[in-house]
Structures are given as C-alpha cells and as structure tokens.
C-alpha cells in the first residue's frame, strides 16, 4: 500500500503541537454521558450522580456516538488527528446509517440536503449532477460551473494526503429518493418540488438562486440517486466561526478583473494588511491555493475559522464541488498567491515534493484512498493524471521563486 507507506514516512509524523485546554474547541464534562432511551430516539442525559466509569467499564466518552466524538477532537492546530481512529467509522456511518429526517439547506445556488442520523447526527448531502467523464464546457464562467458530488469526496482525501485535515470527512452514499428524501421531509417547499418524470423516474428540483427548476431537477434511476455525504462541524450556535473575504477572490463578474490580476505588486500590499501581516496565515492561505490548484478549483471567494482560536489557527476549506471539472486543461490564475507572494511552508514544499516521487506519486496514493470509497471509481482517470501534471507545476513555481 503506498498510502500507508506515506503516512509511515517520517515528514507524515512530525510532532503536532501540545494540545492544551485552551486548545480545544470544547471542554467536555467527563461524567457527561450520551444514553439511549427506550423510544429508539437517542438524547443527552445529565446527572450529578454519573460515574466516570460506567457499570459496563466504560468511560462516559465511549458512550458518545461517533459524530460527536469528532466534533470533541477539533482543536486549534487540526480538524482531526494524523492517525484517527475514528475517521473509519465516521465514514461508515456517513455512507450507512439510517437518515431518519431530510430538509433543504437554506442559501447557496444549488440544492443541498442536512440529512439527519437516529443519533442526532447530521451530514450535509450534495446529489449527483453529472457523470464523472463530464468536462465543465469551456465556456462556462467559473461561477456558472456545477458542484460536484464527486469533488466533494475527492477533496476531502487529497486534502488529507497533502496532511493539511482541514476537511471534514467526506464519504460518498447511494440514497433511495423516495423512502430517504421524499417521504421523510418536513421541508414542505421542498416536498412540492418532486414528480415523475417521463422514464418513470422519481426526480425533484427544490429551491435555490441557480440550478433549482425542472429542467436542472435530479433524477433517480428510477429512484437511487449518488450523492456525497459531509460530516457537519458543530452548531455555529455552539462553535462560532468567522468568514474571511479571500483577497485573492475573483470578480465573479463577466468582463471585469480582480485587483490582483491587475497589480503585480499586490502581494506586498496583502502582507501589510492583518491578518496576513503576521502569524502563519498568509502561508496557510497559499497551502488552500495550492490544493485548489490541484483540484483546478475557481470558486474559493471566502475561507472560515473558529472564532474561539482568533487569528492564530487553520483554515477550513469547504465547498470544494467546483473542483476536478476539468483535467484537460490548467488554470494557472489560481496559483497567482504563491506566484505573486513567493512563500511556502517548508513542510509543505517537501511534502509535495515526497508526492512527485514514483514510490509516492499523487495519483497512485488518491487513487489508493479514493477505492474505499462506496461510490469508487470516484474520479475518472485523466482527473488522476492531472494531478501528476499539476504538482508539476506547482513545483516549478517554487523553483522560478527560489531562483528569483
């Protein structure tokens, strides 16, 4: 396996940072247990007289289900742990539980469900739109382009080979539109929007700014439908987070550019402004380029963070479904932080160098790790190899900087 043997390699288990209370996006009550009730539904039960240890020997922590137990890991430094034992049963359970409730996600252009567990877990649902050997139009605006369920699957892994964990898990899911979706949903704008279609297939189209009519509706066959299933972060409600404006974000207007495509000097003004002017966050910043450049991803006008850890802490990269659209074709303009700015992490630098290696090499590891996927293949093959041709790339940039 190359992918265990990447993780095995020395620059994959540098030492983390010490996790301290303060660290930590929850400080978790140890006699809090998370109990079964005798109805089937599943609720957190408090009590004065709760034991560390269980009757059944175990810790009240052992009780929590699976969800909650990654939402309790999150800390300062990483969405999860190098070596996280419980990222394989999240990722079953993602791809396998019982969705008990489905409603629409209010905002964005295209349709997304919030899929609820009997556990109280939930995961953010993104159906599928086209097929994987569907290239994006090459005259399609960036912003027009589908998101991709496929993206979204791909996305989580890769971020996870190039060590950054800054994705929630991610796994894909067969869901049956009638008894998961539409007989299930109390979302009733959402319940209006299902019908049958001509082949007899059941199909719905919901309610959002861009792709939500009939002609965009989803369809199953004649009622299975592909979709990514995302591990959701906790409540903002609970876990506050700050959206940043990228100052790297396009225009999102048909013939207008963005400062940055006009100013070759505009990196030096991005390093005088906070946060950018200190801490580690411009070079975080150019790590999410960077993966970006790799999935050939457009779309990244904001990026969030914990409020809690204020300015001294990672970026999260969601909405990744307007990656891997394309593999026959480059964009270098998303490069244009690392061109422009010339910094990289080191340890970031040798990692991507250590995935150019042949016992290493990019495609083969995704490729490893994509397979486990329910819904595997998850990218058609010339989206593997452009990976290859990108890393490439991404390395030749660093070099013209080192040489400059």
């Given at each position: 396996s190359k992918l265990a043997a990447l993780f095995e390699h020395p620059l994959y288990n540098i030492p983390a940072p010490e996790v301290t209370e303060?660290?930590?996006?929850?400080?978790?009550?140890?006699?809090?247990?998370?109990?079964?009730?005798?109805?089937?539904?599943?609720?957190?039960?408090?009590?004065?007289?709760?034991?560390?240890?269980?009757?059944?020997?175990?810790?009240?922590?052992?009780?929590y289900?699976?969800?909650?137990?990654?939402?309790?890991?999150?800390?300062?430094?990483?969405?999860?742990?190098?070596?996280?034992?419980?990222?394989?049963?999240?990722?079953?359970?993602?791809?396998?539980?019982?969705?008990?409730?489905?409603?629409?996600?209010?905002?964005?252009?295209?349709?997304?469900l919030i899929m609820t567990f009997p556990n109280y877990g939930q995961a953010l649902f993104k159906p599928m739109k086209q097929t994987r050997d569907q290239e994006t139009p090459i005259d399609f605006f960036y912003?027009?382009?589908?998101?991709?369920?496929?993206?979204?699957?791909?996305?989580?892994?890769?971020?996870?080979?190039?060590?950054?964990?800054?994705?929630?898990?991610?796994?894909?899911?067969?869901?049956?539109?009638?008894?998961?979706?539409?007989?299930?949903?109390?979302?009733?704008?959402?319940?209006?929007?299902?019908?049958?279609?001509p082949a007899g297939n059941v199909c719905f189209y919901g309610e959002c700014s861009y792709y939500c009519s009939t002609e965009h509706a989803l369809c199953g066959k004649p009622d299975q439908l592909e979709g990514s299933m995302a591990a959701l972060l906790p409540d903002k409600?609970?876990?506050?987070?700050?959206?940043?404006?990228?100052?790297?974000?396009?225009?999102?207007?048909?013939?207008?550019?963005?400062?940055?495509?006009l100013n070759p000097n505009y990196c030096a003004q991005v390093q005088e402004t906070p946060p950018y002017d200190r801490g580690h966050r411009l070079l975080d910043l150019i790590?999410?380029?960077?993966?970006d450049f790799l999935m050939g991803n457009m779309d990244r006008h904001h990026y969030e963070t914990f409020e809690k850890f204020g300015n001294d802490t990672f970026l999260l990269h969601l909405d990744n479904g307007r990656g891997f659209g394309t593999h026959s074709r480059d964009e270098p303009s998303i490069l244009a932080p690392l061109q422009q700015c010339c910094s990289i992490k080191k340890s970031t630098y040798l990692r991507l160098q250590l995935l150019a290696t042949q016992p290493y090499r990019l495609s083969d590891v995704l490729r490893e790790a994509l397979a486990a996927d329910p819904l595997a293949p998850v990218l058609a093959e010339p989206h593997l190899q452009a990976l290859d041709r990108r890393l490439g790339k991404v390395l030749v940039t660093v070099r013209h900087c080192l040489a400059r």
């Open positions: 303060e660290d930590k996006l929850f400080i978790v009550n140890p006699m809090e247990k998370f109990s079964l009730r005798r109805s089937g539904s599943d609720e957190w039960v408090s009590s004065s007289k709760a034991e560390t240890l269980l009757p059944t020997g175990k810790t009240a922590y052992d009780t289900p699976t969800w909650l137990k990654f939402h309790i890991g999150i800390n300062r430094y990483e969405l999860y742990p190098r070596r996280d034992p419980l990222l394989p049963t999240l990722l079953r359970d993602l791809a396998t539980q019982r969705i008990v409730s489905s409603v629409q996600k209010s905002g964005g252009t295209q349709l997304k912003f027009s382009d589908f998101e991709r369920h496929n993206a979204e699957i791909a996305a989580f892994h890769l971020d996870r080979i190039l060590d950054f964990r800054r994705i929630p898990p991610v796994s894909g899911r067969l869901v049956n539109i009638t008894k998961e979706i539409r007989d299930i949903t109390t979302d009733k704008k959402l319940a209006k929007t299902f019908f049958i279609s409600t609970l876990a506050k987070r700050r959206s940043w404006r990228s100052p790297w974000r396009r225009s999102y207007h048909k013939s207008k550019k963005a400062e940055w495509e790590d999410m380029t960077i993966l």
